[in-house]
């Protein structure tokens, strides 16, 4: 039986980080293009955590160094896409515009940290259909010793010395005698 596989995909699209005298914005702009530089900085320090435990410059994750993922709902979300069972990729847009040269090369760093984290990713397998494959393969298995292929079968009588049947052995390894069979 084939395995059932389970998988997530989460495409993200990360909007720019940009200094609000760039923009020109005001009221519910500016504090929302405040919120989302606050969540791409706590994004940066969350890759550049995962970026240093997968380098080996952290020895492990503990109370001092623990990745902040709480610190933001977007590291919240992306929790298991970083640092989790995943595959992640990380597409960087930069521009070679002079005028976009400090986003760009944000991104690049992003990019750069980004890169350097090692997950190791597993199958999922859901667990109830890994049960029910399991136990399928484990019925196939007894029907096949039933059938001749292993315990119980024709080809695994045995015939103690008094001449009667023993089905694989048992009345012989009971001391059951000839004439004795399911007396109590």
Same mark, same amino acid.
């Given at each position: 039986?084939?395995?059932?596989?389970?998988?997530?995909?989460?495409?993200v699209d990360l909007a720019g980080s940009e200094r609000?005298?760039?923009?020109?914005?005001?009221?519910?702009?500016?504090?929302?293009?405040?919120?989302?530089?606050?969540?791409?900085?706590?994004?940066?320090?969350?890759?550049?955590?995962?970026?240093?435990?997968?380098?080996?410059?952290?020895?492990?994750?503990?109370?001092?160094?623990?990745?902040?993922?709480?610190?933001?709902?977007?590291?919240?979300?992306?929790?298991?896409?970083?640092?989790?069972?995943?595959?992640?990729?990380?597409? #960087?847009?930069?521009?070679? #515009?002079?005028?976009?040269?400090?986003?760009?090369?944000?991104?690049?760093?992003?990019?750069?940290?980004?890169?350097?984290?090692?997950?190791?990713?597993?199958?999922?397998?859901?667990?109830?259909?890994?049960?029910?494959?399991?136990?399928?393969?484990?019925? &196939?298995?007894?029907?096949?010793?039933?059938?001749?292929?292993?315990?119980?079968?024709? &080809?695994?009588?045995?015939?103690?010395?008094?001449?009667?049947?023993?089905?694989?052995?048992?009345?012989?390894?009971?001391?059951?005698?000839?004439?004795?069979?399911?007396?109590?």
């Open positions: 039986m084939a395995m059932e596989k389970v998988a997530k995909i989460s495409l609000a005298n760039s923009t020109g914005a005001t009221g519910a702009r500016l504090k929302e293009g405040a919120e989302i530089n606050r969540s791409l900085s706590t994004l940066g320090r969350v890759i550049a955590a995962l970026a240093d435990l997968s380098d080996g410059k952290k020895k492990k994750v503990g109370k001092g160094n623990q990745v902040p993922y709480r610190d933001s709902v977007l590291t919240w979300l992306l929790k298991d896409s970083l640092g989790g069972n995943s595959m992640t990729a990380m597409i #960087a847009a930069i521009s070679p #515009a002079d005028i976009n040269f400090d986003e760009t090369l944000s991104t690049l760093r992003y990019a750069d940290s980004a890169k350097r984290i090692k997950n190791h990713a597993v199958v999922n397998e859901d667990a109830n259909a890994r049960m029910i494959r399991e136990l399928k393969e484990e019925l &196939a298995q007894l029907r096949g010793k039933l059938t001749g292929g292993g315990a119980g079968g024709p &080809a695994d009588e045995v015939y103690a010395e008094d001449g009667h049947n023993c089905v694989s052995g048992w009345c012989c390894e009971e001391g059951l005698e000839s004439g004795n069979y399911g007396a109590t």
